[in-house]
């Protein structure tokens, strides 16, 4: 009896709970937006929790327009800062803070937003890739073939390392960097790709026979190299706090690359991909769904810690005073 009861009482209380709320469209708005979650999402931890404490909050809302910057509280309950509420034109989701910051580094990354590349002590390339806004895939073409025509107008014979700085990379669309960089990468190998959170892979970065195809979609740039590179030649990658999203996919498709160190900062922590689904003709929610992984099928829960950790020094304006640069530029003496 004891046990008939217990469930007669847990059904009154649901049955009850749900004749609180003020306006019925906010429990359903919640209700498909937490089935969303439930289905696609990597943080499902305590979520019946999160959505409890949604409904108390909401109970007493008068519309959906009220609602919908509780959902800042609810992502950060569920510990995803790359996803976020869509809901008319506006976007509520939860900003984690960085663990560092440079003053320097952020009006850098404000101003300058096209690629940069030079010789430096003669034999060394260097190329900077800022991040992007290609978000609607319509510059894979454009970003790509710039990636390649820098690497084009530094590359020569007497080239002994590489130097690809990543510090303002704050992210935007992985495939046309990863094009540009794809005869760094490697070739004839799977290079990285996603797990979901059930730990099975959800998509694979792969380059065979020259050919670069990511989630099952080939690439290919307008622009080639005109010299090849030195095969196995070294490369550092340079990372800031500011390395996020695409720019972390990106040194994450190096890892484990052989004569590649990461120098830098520790990464945004960024590292998964989104993915969004309608709710209805106004809102949409993007999740996290899956986890990046590297070459060695390593996963990437957080941010991308340096081999070599060098926190501020930053000069971009002279880059042989740069503490970054000269810790680069000695590894590759040491491996050369």
């Known amino acids: 009896m004891k046990k008939y ?20 469209s906010v429990k359903q ?3 498909k937006s937490f089935a969303l979650i439930k289905s696609h999402s990597i943080n499902v931890e305590d979520l019946d929790r999160i959505k409890n404490e949604l409904y108390s909050k909401s109970a007493n809302l008068s519309s959906v327009d009220e609602l919908a910057p509780l959902y800042e509280g609810v992502f950060k309950e569920l510990n995803d800062h790359h996803g976020g509420l869509k809901y008319k034109g506006k976007t509520y989701g939860w900003k984690k803070p960085l663990v560092s910051n440079s003053s320097y580094l952020k009006e850098k990354i404000k101003t300058e937003k096209t690629v940069k590349s030079k010789v430096i002590d003669k034999k060394y390339g260097y190329i900077r890739i800022p991040g992007n806004n290609d978000f609607s895939f319509k510059k894979v073409d454009s970003i790509s073939d710039d990636i390649i025509s820098h690497i084009n107008a530094v590359n020569s014979n ?5 130097i690809i700085d990543l510090r303002l990379n704050t992210g935007g669309n992985m495939y046309p960097i990863l094009l540009g960089l794809k005869n760094f990468i490697g070739n004839n190998l799977v290079f990285g790709g996603f797990n979901d959170a059930k730990n099975q892979s959800s998509g694979k970065w792969e ?9 099952g979609i080939e690439l290919n740039s307008k622009t080639t190299l ?3 590179l030195k095969e196995a030649v070294p490369v550092i990658i340079l990372t800031s706090c500011y390395t996020a ?6 040194a994450i498709s190096f890892i484990g690359r052989n004569r590649t160190f990461i120098v830098g900062e520790p990464t945004a922590n960024y590292t998964t991909a989104v993915q969004g689904f309608k709710i209805n003709n106004i809102a949409g929610i993007n999740l996290s769904t899956d986890y990046v992984i590297d070459r060695n099928q390593k996963i990437y829960k957080n941010n991308i810690i340096p081999d070599f950790e060098i926190i ?9 005073n740069d503490h970054k640069i000269i810790k680069a530029l000695q590894l590759l003496k ?3």
């Open 5 to 24: 009861f217990l469930l007669y009482c847990i059904l009154v209380f649901q049955i009850s709970y749900s004749q609180t709320f003020k306006n019925d």
């Open 29 to 31: 708005f919640i209700d």
């Open 207 to 215: 380059i065979y026979q020259d050919k670069m195809l990511i989630d």
């Open 312 to 320: 501020g020094g930053d000069d971009l304006e002279n880059l042989m």
């Open 226 to 228: 005109k010299n090849s």
């Open 158 to 162: 007497k080239i002994k390392g590489w």
């Open 334 to 336: 040491e491996i050369n």
């Open 245 to 250: 999203s695409a720019g972390e996919m990106t």
